[in-house]
């Protein structure tokens, strides 16, 4: 069994798994470390960052939804500063790479962020949050906006030698695109996909379940949603993709790699059972074991049509 | 923090809809405090998605007591597990009561459900005095099982005092002049509010343990935040409480 | 509790309560009319009709997914000169709102169809279906085109003085322009939401689960995304709405109403338990006893933010 | 058609993963006929969504029984059901097997879990010859309780013939010089399939009962479609079949 090569890569990025936990379901790694073996896992990815600390939102910030969840944080987050000071002494020690999230308010603001982190040693690449859902200004005004989107590749693109990774909506009809531009604009790879827009309310009180109206709904049940775009961009852009929505289990990582997802990332599954991750990885390698797969990566847009 | 997989010692229904069951985790009865929580899977399936969180009720020997009304569709499974069933907790999670330093008498003030964590606040207080205010809708809905000297409270009147906790509670401290205590206390957000409001005004010690929704349970998701008093934005209800101090965060 | 008052109308239609069965969940309204009382319902949306009858997708055409199911049935329908002789004489002894849905491959198919039923009295209005995610020609090229759906909205207007409602594609970030098109068009109404486009693989067989790869998301899953886009509607446009998207029991029902909805259409429930109608109209009276309503319609948008 | 509530009677597990129910469901039970199937609503909540469709194995006064293995998250939760729950049970459905018209001999030819239709067929068919080929992969998933004259055949050969179950009919009609029969199938699509060009081949008169992937199991989705022989379109499984001649369907 130990002979299977489970390492992957995106761009010029080498990931020994490619089994990674997404932004905003892993804080900066601490919480977590005491529920799994993150060094077992090809990646994390920290909480979004912006160049000043976020409060986030006001509560209630979630709730659940039928196989899944809406989330309106509001990217609560201790801003570049801290990051460095406070949270990367810890992830220094970690033997995984360590993918840096940005979301910004103002392209200036990505590049500003990205200039003061791409010195920082530890960080081995970075994923643009261009499709955060929760807050007003960025967010989705970048993220589903083609030209948005390429000014921003191409900015960040200038201030770092680093992997840069495009984390893309999902709530356009035109994924590929957004994946066409990055690619076009020198941007190593494409995450995809962040959450999709939903609502829920309460019919007593009539308000909104969360205070934000809206949030970002994650988890098993938009898995189906995730697939079809993980493909649409395989079909048609040649740019290594990091497939992301509803993933639970090994299973569902497989597939997303045989839709053409060069890695994976787990979100919402951490919040229930913090070690799918490591199980994922385990149950990655008993499937290549019985399928006869000697490298993982053969599965990467595998599919048969 | 960790996961156990564990086994349904017991099932007991205590109320209308209220249960308490008896669970074999020597891992998580080992550090548990008083007014720490654990986040249960209820279902081996994803459905429902998100673990639900349940207050420590009692720890005894290996074993740890939660007690929960049927609310929803995680509570209402929950009930239906029958002895032997294994279920996934994870825990202890939370900061739970803090009991250092100096109080002659500990007074509880529980409203409903959150009667809860005191079984076990009064095992760990040991000999220390006690005075409990324990509230409900209506008598069947008062839990004062293990709770010492419980002092009763209706809304209804069908038990004790007609009227609320706080009143109750605020008539028993004037009367009685009691000094050198402190409040822990847990239960719907209304009664937290008045409570609150009473021993900021008095400058009493008080501890609220707080509820919300929450996903992760451990600090990763965010999605528990109370605003902080001082203005100094939010603090997480799982992490950081879910028992605070009545005056450092707004209700 | 009969004095309340369920009535509502979708611009010049009256229904004698909010509920509907939604195109596609019920046939042409004979089989499942054995298993509920079809009569009791505001109304019913018939299959989606072409000119020309369509066999549809070849098998599998449907699969399930974490609250939800995905399907490509392909527009399976008997055409427009079927419908009339076999179809119509069953409906027309109905005692509910007949709404004829149309889905056609070119604008032109939109208006011959709209033409030649327009003058059948049974049809009390036509839903204009520009959003089907499974077919080749039509459907989301149309749907998801501003452009596109304008010119058939104002097309299929020119040619029938009945209700027209174009059924959205749920597939955008921007369904409010959309609506904001059909309205300036001249359509009387819209309903959202169709389904959200995904896909599912074996990963034993690394083959698409459905036959035609991508199918159509429906199911309590979407119910948020469905919530989100009638509530950007209804802040955006003054046009009535129908709500749809994973509606199961009544307080889906009242839900979808309280964000706006003039009235709501199930589909994937009907399949599960096909009486799923008329307990969301009993719901619905009970709740409104309780909550003191005296008429429904007072929930429309009632939304409290 | 109708939707019947219906308590479990009892559940027996009659192989390793394979159980039988009995439920109390008069009014399907009255009737039903073979080869008919229901859509069973294996949960109270929302999960699974979708109901699953089991053929009626056998009706007995006011009951009907079903026979299945554990596959998935379904099946599974119907296999912990226990003696006094309530199943919602939509039913019957499909056209069930044609027993109208001329033979003297019917021949079962059935693989794995397609044995469930057979009983209550064979209970219908009263006194006709009947001679049944039951196949399986291995012995400890023959089933044969109450079916006529099994002959069996496993794909490992611990029990009976080692081969399929085609092999074995297609000797035994040669061997036995049989006449005047009509052949009722259910099984695995690869089994189907070799019994349809068998039959075809040899012009006899086969029905083949199929499954497929259902969502409403009545005939509203147009979720289940199979492709006619004929070159005009397709069938539903569901409302057209299960059980359709073999010469009229492409398997
Ligand atoms: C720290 C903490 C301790 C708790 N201790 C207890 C206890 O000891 N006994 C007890 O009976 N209950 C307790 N609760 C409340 C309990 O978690 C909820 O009643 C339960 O989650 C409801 O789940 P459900 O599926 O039955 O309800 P549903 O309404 O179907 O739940 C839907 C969603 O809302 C969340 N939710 C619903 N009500 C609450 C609530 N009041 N607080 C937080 N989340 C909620 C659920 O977790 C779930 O995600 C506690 C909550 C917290 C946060
Ligand atoms: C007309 C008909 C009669 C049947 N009779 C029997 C019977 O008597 N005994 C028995 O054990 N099984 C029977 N089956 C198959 C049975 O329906 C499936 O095994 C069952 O639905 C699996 O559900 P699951 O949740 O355990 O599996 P999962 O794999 O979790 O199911 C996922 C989805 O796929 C569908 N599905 C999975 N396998 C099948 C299949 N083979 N056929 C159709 N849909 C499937 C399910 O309905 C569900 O929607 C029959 C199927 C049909 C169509
Ligand atoms: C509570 C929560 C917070 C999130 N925060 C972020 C974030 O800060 N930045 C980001 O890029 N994505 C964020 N996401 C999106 C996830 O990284 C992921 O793209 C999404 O949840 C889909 O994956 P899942 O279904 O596995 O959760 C968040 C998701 C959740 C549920
Ligand atoms: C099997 C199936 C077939 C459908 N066919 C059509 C159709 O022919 N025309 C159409 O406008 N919508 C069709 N729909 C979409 C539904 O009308 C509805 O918009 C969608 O399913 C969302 O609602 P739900 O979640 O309640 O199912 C179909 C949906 C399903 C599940
Ligand atoms: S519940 Fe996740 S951070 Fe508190
Ligand atoms: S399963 Fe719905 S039409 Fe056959």
Not at chain 1, 173 to 191: L, M, Q, Y
Not at chain 2, 60 to 74: K, L, Q, Y
Not at chain 2, 117 to 139: M, Q, W
Request: charged share 20%.
């Amino acid at each position: 069994m130990n002979s299977i090569d489970l390492s992957t890569t995106i761009g010029s990025l080498k990931l020994k798994n490619p089994v990674l936990l997404a932004s905003g379901t892993v804080g900066y790694g601490n919480e977590i470390a005491q529920l799994t073996d993150i060094s077992k896992l090809g990646g994390i990815v920290t909480k979004s960052l912006s160049l000043k600390p976020r409060n986030g939102n006001p509560p209630q910030r979630i709730v659940e939804t039928p196989s899944g969840m809406l989330n309106a944080i509001g990217l609560a987050n201790v801003g570049v500063e801290e990051f460095v000071k406070e949270k990367i002494p810890f992830l220094k020690e970690l033997d995984t790479a360590i993918i840096c999230n940005i979301a910004a308010s103002s392209i200036e603001e990505y590049v500003e962020c990205v200039k003061i982190l791409t010195c920082i040693e530890t960080i081995n690449a970075f994923e643009i949050n261009v499709s955060c859902p929760n807050v007003k200004e960025g967010g989705l005004i970048f993220g589903n906006d083609l030209s948005s989107v390429a000014r921003i590749t191409e900015q960040v693109r200038a201030v770092t030698n680093k992997p840069i990774i495009i984390k893309l909506s999902p709530n356009v009809p035109n994924i590929s695109e957004f994946a066409s531009v990055v690619k076009n604009e020198g941007g190593d790879a494409v995450s995809a996909i962040n959450t999709l827009v939903g609502s829920s309310f309460d019919i007593y009180t009539r308000k909104p379940k969360i205070k934000n109206i809206t949030g970002g709904l994650s988890g098993p049940a938009i898995k189906p949603i995730a697939i079809a775009k993980v493909l649409e961009i395989k079909r048609n852009v040649d740019i290594p993709i990091i497939g992301i929505g509803g993933i639970m289990n090994w299973k569902d990582a497989a597939e997303f790699m045989i839709v053409g997802a060069s890695a994976v990332q787990v979100g919402t599954a951490n919040f229930i059972n913090p070690n799918t991750g490591n199980e994922i990885v385990d149950g990655l390698i008993e499937f290549c074991d019985r399928q006869r797969i000697q490298k993982l990566t053969e599965l990467i847009g595998s599919y048969k049509i | 923090m960790l996961i156990e997989k564990s086994v349904l010692e017991s099932k007991r229904q205590i109320g209308e809809k209220i249960f308490q069951i008896k669970l074999r985790s020597p891992k998580i009865a080992t550090v548990a405090k008083p007014g720490q929580f654990c986040n249960i899977k209820v279902s081996e399936s994803d459905f429902p998605l998100l673990r639900r969180p349940f207050s420590i009720s009692n720890v005894d020997g290996d074993s740890i007591f939660f007690v929960f009304d049927i609310h929803g569709e995680g509570t209402e499974i929950l009930s239906q597990k029958e002895k032997g069933n294994v279920l996934d907790i994870l825990g202890p999670l939370g900061n739970g009561f803090d009991i250092s330093g100096d109080f002659t008498t500990a007074i509880f003030a529980a409203g409903g459900l959150g009667s809860a964590p005191f079984p076990f606040l009064a095992k760990v207080l040991g000999n220390k005095e006690i005075i409990s205010f324990v509230g409900a809708r209506n008598s069947s809905l008062v839990l004062q099982d293990d709770i010492p000297n419980p002092q009763i409270a209706t809304d209804d009147g069908t038990l004790g005092y007609k009227g609320n906790v706080v009143e109750l509670l605020s008539n028993y401290i004037v009367k009685h002049n009691l000094k050198e205590f402190r409040i822990f206390s847990c239960g719907p957000n209304p009664m937290l509010k008045a409570l609150q409001k009473y021993s900021i005004e008095n400058n009493f010690d008080c501890q609220i343990s707080v509820e919300c929704a929450m996903a992760c349970g451990f600090g990763i998701c965010q999605g528990c935040p109370i605003e902080a008093s001082n203005g100094d934005g939010y603090r997480l209800v799982c992490k950081d409480g879910p028992v605070f101090n009545a005056k450092d965060v707004k209700l």
